[in-house]
């Protein structure tokens, strides 16, 4: 069960140049009685191309970077999608060669390579846009997440083990620290997944299990942009701390959401009108929440297969001033306005391109 939510709820995100501004701390108190209804436009479907060698499930984590789709698909392979979702590459990478890496579930994409994490080996993988292998190299310290920006590697360190309680070491492409942003770790051992998004104001990072988003700059320092209240399904931190000190604490952590309707997951996307999060309460029922940056607007939609609206179904990133929806092939063709020809229901997933719009 840990292994489906992390691909679930894994963040994606665009690269980006940053003001280096920083961000005051922004409460927002989320509203459970939110409209749920919210118009879309700039609609624009993106699907993507079916192959047998590049079948898409339901287990995935998402990058783009200039306007292409690096997916990884149940751990086995990467596959990069152009921007009309045409296959450009399969990297099928995964095992114990010295080429290879067991677990190719977490990627970045840097301006000329795509770095694959060896986790368990402790060490990055590096290849080319084409698919080529170009080397290997060790990292300094163990890892569980992480994203590429301004020319550094940022290494999510969730169980404060491994480097002075640094939740976020900042590395150079050599894996060496750089830097170690004065971040708080919740949880430790609990190994919860963390998100990263990059936008134009820099990069955010919703540490695991926090209600504090940050926002990183290109200097690697990191202010509090937004902090949340999700009042009666919120974590309490000592709740968390409890657990992590537990034998099987994974699942009796993950009874615990269940049992009580906590919030599970978040992960989140923005724009620059609009902020996203995606969650589920007590991992059963699935929401994305929306609030206009302008006018603090709230709207909470229901996540369903069954939903004709782009906002019922999972948010995966942003790109300008859209956000970028999955929808499965077989959902997608029940839309009345669907506009792909020759969309059959075991086709890989549509991408969907949009804007929030209010009535």
Known sequence: MKKIWFYLCLPLGLTGCCDNIAPENVPITIHWEAPSVLRSTKVQAVPLETDSAALIGHRTNYITHLSEYYIVD??????????????KTIIDARGRGPQEAYDMLHIAATDSTLLVADLGRRRMLEFGFDGMFRRAWPTERPFHNFTWFADALLLDNQTGMHHDDCVLPVCNAEGEIIC???????GKQLNWPSAFCHTPQGCYYLPALQNDLYLIDRNHDAKIAYTFDFGRHGIDPEVCERYAKMENLFIEFDGYLRQNDKIAFVTFARTDEWLQLGFSIGKKRRYNWFCNLADKTQYLIPITAEGTSPWNH?????????????VEAADYRRWPDCAVEGLDDDSNPVLLLCTPQES
Do not use: W, Y
């Not at 170690?180 to 770790?185: C, G, L, S």
């Not at 999972?314 to 999955?326: H, N, S």
């Open 74 to 87: 149940d751990d086995d392979k990467i596959v990069l999608f152009d921007q009309q979702g045409r296959i």
């Open 180 to 186: 170690t942003p004065a971040i708080p770790i919740v």
């Open 314 to 326: 999972p948010v995966i990133g942003a790109e300008g001033d859209r956000f970028i929806v999955r």
